[in-house]
Nanobody
Framework: QVKLVESGGGSVQAGGSLRLSCVAS???????????LGWFRQASGKGRERVAA????????YYAGSMKGRVTMSRDIAEKTVYLQVDRLKPEDTAIYYC?????????????????WGEGTQVNVSS
């Protein structure tokens, strides 16, 4: 019903920046409208960690403590795309970054409350 496709990952040196993108496509037959979108990340051998969230209604953004101050989430309604700008990257930011969407509510919800997930984009940060 809702397909999410991430892009923009890659290899970067510490201190660099990346802008991740997530394009959302909706099955027109269901006219599905999601309430919130979020970015999560998962490093090898670790659990999924929430990074940021945005409300589709008014664009309000929320940031989790671990990356707060270094990330900015934004949206382009016309392009059905959300972005995650990540600055001052650190080696510990190496992870797969996932985009997720939820039908109801928006904010820093846990990952199990999101109904739709992309396949992720790999970010590698070298020292």
């Amino acid at each position: 019903q809702v397909k999410l496709v991430e892009s923009g990952g890659g290899s970067v040196q510490a201190g660099g920046s990346l802008r991740l993108s997530c394009v959302a496509s909706v099955d027109i037959s269901t006219i599905k409208v999601v309430s919130g979108l979020g970015w999560f990340r998962q490093a090898s051998g670790k659990g999924r960690e929430r990074v940021a969230a945005i409300c589709t209604t008014d664009g309000s953004t929320y940031y989790a403590g671990s990356m707060k101050g270094r990330v900015t989430m934004s949206r382009d309604i016309a392009e059905k795309t959300v972005y995650l700008q990540v600055d001052r990257l650190k080696p510990e930011d190496t992870a797969i970054y996932y985009c997720a969407a939820k039908d109801v509510g928006c904010g820093l919800y846990s990952d199990d409350s999101y109904e739709y997930w992309g396949e992720g984009t790999q970010v590698n940060v070298s020292s």
